[in-house]
């Protein structure tokens, strides 16, 4: 990986490892329907005028069907399930379950893009001991009394769609500037959200002055926006560009470390059993399974 890829890789694991405790944070006093529609409101507000100025939007719109297509991969799904799953999941736990992604994207990478390198040993092993990696940290902490498991199954197909969403762009949207993509992405976001999510913030805001929203609510809302998904997104596409979608997915590596950590030291959230086990399981595995071969 070049110079430029490595320090793409790092801001984006740094931009995308703080929105689970924000979004923690936020999910706490607004609705989930709320919280989505902040995020893509604000991000796609602050990337419009990038768009305008960069001639981006036009060319976004004439790819719209993938357009859509990656914003309900991307974010209709995923953003609904994670911030759905945090109200019962750790932070930590659920960048755990997002760090399945590169596993992800391999076997879908076999099955739909021709891409065989699963088919060798070290990929088969890799493949495998990153699911064991899964397999205990659901195991354990469910039995433990740690999991939802239904939240994190939700996660998971999350991942899923994180997976498949950056291999669509690499392929079909490859031409179209990244910020006429995510601005009209989200813009697409705003309008299924819109009914639920502004009536959830009629509810709060309309409630006991006591369950109201704080200061931190407020502003783990504007991050998430500004810097977890416009910022981000540019990043991630960026990163995209210069080390294609599969070795791209293994920013999920550092999102889960950074949530690991800003849980345990911010949120005061447990290292489980299931953590201690599974994590280096699914980050051996992975890296081994995402791995390009030599020869």
């Not at 893509?40 to 507000?45: D, L």
């Not at 060319?59 to 019962?88: H, M, N, Y």
Request: hydrophobic share 60%; aromatic share 10%.
């Amino acid at each position: 990986m070049s110079r430029k890829g490595l320090l793409l890789l790092l801001a984006s694991g740094l931009a995308w490892g703080i929105p689970y405790l924000l979004i923690r944070i936020a999910v706490s006093q607004f609705d989930v329907a709320s919280v989505v529609l902040a995020r893509v409101v604000i991000g796609g507000t602050l990337l419009l005028p990038f768009a305008i100025h960069q001639k981006a939007f036009l060319p976004a719109l004439k790819q719209w069907r993938w357009v859509l297509a990656f914003a309900l991969l991307e974010l209709v799904g995923p953003w609904f399930l994670i911030t759905f799953g945090e109200k019962t999941l750790s932070s930590s736990l659920s960048g755990l379950l997002v760090a399945t992604v590169p596993l992800w994207a391999v076997i879908l990478g076999f099955f739909f893009f021709g891409d065989r390198s699963l088919t060798n040993p070290r990929s088969l092993a890799g493949f495998g001991l990153g699911f064991v990696g899964v397999a205990l940290l659901v195991g354990i902490d469910a039995f433990s009394g740690h999991l939802d498991v239904t939240a994190a199954i939700g996660v998971l197909l999350a991942a899923v769609g994180y997976a498949i969403a950056p291999a669509l762009a690499d392929r079909k949207l490859r031409d179209v500037p990244a910020s006429g993509v995510m601005t009209l992405s989200m813009m697409i976001v705003a309008v299924i959200y819109a009914v639920p999510g502004i009536g959830g913030f009629v509810r709060v805001m309309t409630g006991p002055v006591a369950s109201q929203p704080t200061w931190s609510g407020w502003a783990a809302l504007a991050i998430l926006g500004a810097v977890c998904s416009s910022l981000a997104f540019l990043i991630f596409f960026a990163l995209i560009r210069e080390v294609g979608s599969v070795r791209a997915t293994l920013t999920a590596y550092l999102n889960t470390a950074i949530a690991i950590l800003l849980g345990v030291v911010f949120l005061n959230e447990p290292l489980t059993l299931g953590i201690i086990i599974g994590f280096p399981l699914v980050l051996i595995g992975s890296y081994i399974a995402s791995r390009k071969q030599q020869g």
